[in-house]
């Protein structure tokens, strides 16, 4: 079909066709003929109030919905704004399109207004980058970059296109047909001998050990990872980004393994005799000292990306495919094994050594562990990075898939606020609850404004410790407790701040109304509310293990007064 469109239009209206239904973004001059062309489609602007606000709704909204995130922004500064959550996306396998301005294409080279290489800047961290130049491929290109980022092991593209190139007629053809070549994912299927091979070293595990990763979310592997657990009667660990892989109530997860998993986690990977990876990195927060992990064990690792087999860690056995296709391909080999002298081992560990809750005075596993039993583990919960984000992991039980939001690989600080806008877009009728520092709030918290004008329900969750707890706690243990800009003295007030945006907001500096204050957040529903929880300064998450140490050198959490077992302790 030929067209009267320009380029803009033929860019947004191969979205709209692939089923995009909003785009996260800020204008400018460079990307103004996209902006001009978006009222003409069914496409939402959701307008940030800063470019890397816009990618982390984009990524939060990609993770609920398990669906392409959009970005539309202008040159130069607009586009550089971008890179940390480029980054964030991209290290944590998330499907996100950015599209960028640029200065006009007889300019390029010559350090026009806001020209910037946004090819070259981004380059290192996407999947794919692309200068778009010729208005005859506006379409192609635009239906490539979709391909690109949602098929295989996902991840972030982008698009550059100069502002004389998007103002073009567009005199391609558009396909409505293109919409079935988008997002077309043909499943990685793993040889059948590396299927017999993993079928071989479960029969000969005494005691196996599954980990799930985030790229089991990905691969949509939840009901085949349930029947491999209840056939093998295997004890599973995830790490941070698989929670929700397999419900963290049920009693053979072990919860999270790694850095700060629990103690039980990291105690079965000393004793097991086979590890099972489905879809992690085996990266250095699980690994710790490569070297001395998981020794005494045989370690197989099925990965769609090739590159990750073998890069951290010693693999017996590697294979490459598809988590869902590997595992469905597997179960009709498998037979029950005799477990149970090793889960009652795993059983009686965690017994001596469960996951407390203390309860002598407020502290911020009393309040993420309250939020967990009152949804009961079924909301959508977004973090920042720090200690609240380890807290919220060991004590959110998640039982639902796409319900934990986390940057894992960039770690970044300022993602859970505005991940939670675009994962309540993404899912309107779900409970989004944010839980984040208060130094990490601070680096997007003028995202209020977007969460107040849609009127989003979320539940933005402040610790509030008046410092950057978690590099605090590296310096106290690791560097003879010398401080060192970890303060956060000046922290405004955040009740005020927060009705300054014409938002609720709920105030806990104290156990004894704890519960109450939250379940009142919890059912307020007109707009997003804010809860501002003050605690203790000098608090340190444990468990812990040393970076660059292995799981025998975990530093588990110390008895005192008031300790008690949380619900649904792991």
């Not at 030929?2 to 400018?28: D, R």
């Not at 964030?88 to 026009?112: F, H, R, W």
């Not at 502002?163 to 499943?187: A, C, M, Q, W």
């Not at 957040?521 to 292995?550: Q, T």
């Amino acid at each position: 079909m030929t067209t009267q469109w320009n380029c803009s239009l033929a860019l947004l209206k191969t979205l709209e066709a692939s089923g995009v239904e909003y785009i996260f973004g800020y204008p400018g001059g460079a990307a103004i003929n996209l902006f001009d062309a978006l009222p003409e489609t069914s496409i939402q602007l959701i307008l940030s109030r800063h470019e890397q606000g816009a990618v982390h709704m984009a990524d939060g909204y990609a993770r609920a919905k398990n669906k392409l995130g959009v970005v539309l922004v202008t040159s130069g500064p607009g586009a550089l704004n971008t890179v940390t959550g480029i980054m964030t996306a991209q290290m944590d396998s998330v499907p996100l399109l950015v599209i960028s301005g640029q200065t006009n294409s007889e300019n390029l080279g010559k350090d026009a207004f806001q020209e910037t290489d946004v090819y070259g800047v981004t380059m290192p961290l996407v999947k794919h980058s692309y200068l778009l130049l010729d208005e005859t491929k506006v379409v192609e290109t635009t239906s490539e970059a979709m391909t690109i980022a949602m098929n295989g092991r996902p991840g972030a593209v982008v698009i550059d296109i100069p502002k004389n190139i998007s103002g073009r007629p567009y005199t391609g053809r558009f396909d409505r047909e293109l919409k079935s070549r988008i997002h077309v994912t043909n499943p990685l299927i793993p040889h059948q001998d590396d299927i017999k091979r993993l079928s071989t070293l479960f029969e000969s595990s005494k005691r196996p050990l599954i980990l799930v990763g985030h790229g089991a979310i990905l691969s949509r592997a939840f009901s085949e990872v349930k029947s491999l657990i209840t056939r093998l009667q295997a004890p599973l660990t995830n790490t941070l980004l698989g929670k929700g892989v397999f419900p963290e109530s049920d009693p053979l997860n072990l919860g999270m393994l790694g850095m700060h998993g629990t103690a039980t986690a990291n105690y079965a990977l000393t004793r097991c005799d086979l590890i099972v990876s489905f879809g992690s990195r085996f990266d250095d927060r699980i690994s710790g000292d490569a070297k001395r992990f998981c020794s005494q064990a045989k370690i197989a690792h099925v990965d769609i990306d090739l590159g990750e087999i073998g890069k951290t860690v010693r693999t017996d056995l590697g294979i490459r495919g598809d988590i869902k296709e590997t595992i469905r391909r597997l179960l009709p080999s498998l037979k029950p094994q005799n477990t149970s002298s090793w889960l009652a081992e795993l059983a009686d560990y965690r017994d001596d050594h469960p996951l407390y809750i203390r309860r002598n005075h407020l502290h911020a596993e009393n309040v993420i562990e309250c939020m967990s039993r009152l949804t009961r583990g079924k909301a959508i919960v977004t973090t920042d990075v720090g200690q609240h984000q380890m807290w919220a992991a060991l004590y959110y039980h998640v039982n639902a898939p796409d319900s934990w939001l986390s940057s894992g690989g960039a770690g970044t600080m300022g993602f859970g606020m505005p991940a939670a806008i675009g994962a309540q877009l993404a899912e309107p009728e779900k409970t989004v609850i944010c839980i984040c520092g208060d130094g990490g709030f601070q680096m997007t918290q003028s995202e209020l404004a977007t969460a107040a004008i849609h009127k989003l329900p979320i539940k933005i969750v402040i610790i509030d410790n008046k410092c950057l707890g978690m590099v605090r706690q590296w310096q106290e243990l690791f560097y003879d407790n010398r401080e060192s800009g970890i303060s956060l003295d000046g922290n405004p007030d955040f009740v005020k701040l927060a009705e300054a945006y014409g938002i609720k907001a709920f105030f806990i500096d104290s156990l004894d109304h704890c519960e109450s204050e939250i379940t009142k957040a919890l059912v307020y529903d007109d707009g997003p509310c804010l809860i501002h929880v003050e605690v203790e300064r000098d608090e340190n998450v444990f468990p812990m293990i040393p970076a660059g140490k292995s799981a025998e050198d975990i530093i588990l959490q110390q008895p005192e007064e008031g300790l008690e077992k949380p619900h649904g302790s792991t």
